[in-house]
């Protein structure tokens, strides 16, 4: 039975910074891409960021690139969201999930998610 855990979020100031971890069990975990995405209110749900099986390649959405990392860890079954110089847009429940290799495409059911509320 596939399973996805987010954690790590949280109430920040604008500027701050948090570090998401998303479990991920269920799925070969090594053999798939993985992705953040977020869903902030009355918005439709968006990628952040993405990452190969290897971690060797990543891709950002504009919003955030330059601010947020994401990274894996192989052995622990477990992907990273770093962000830093949090933004009030960037507030939104974060989402991790496997995708399909080079596109946005999520593959399993979504997780409860993690808040992230970053004030003024």
């Known amino acids: 039975q596939e399973q996805l855990v987010e954690s790590g979020g949280g109430l920040v100031q604008a500027g701050g910074s948090l570090r998401l971890s998303c479990a991920a069990s269920?799925?070969?975990?090594?053999?798939?891409?993985m992705a953040w995405f977020r869903q902030a209110p009355e918005k439709e749900r968006e990628l952040v960021a993405r990452?190969?099986?290897?971690?060797?390649?990543?891709y950002y959405a504009d919003s955030v690139k330059g601010r947020f990392t994401i990274s894996r860890d192989n052995a622990k079954n477990t992907v990273y969201l770093q962000m830093n110089s949090l933004k009030p847009e960037d507030t939104a429940v974060y989402y991790c999930n496997w995708v399909v290799a080079g596109t946005n495409l999520p593959i399993g059911s979504w997780g409860q998610g993690t808040q992230v509320t970053v004030s003024s």
């Open positions: 990452i190969t099986w290897s971690g060797d390649r990543t």
């Open positions: 269920g799925r070969p975990f090594s053999s798939y891409a």
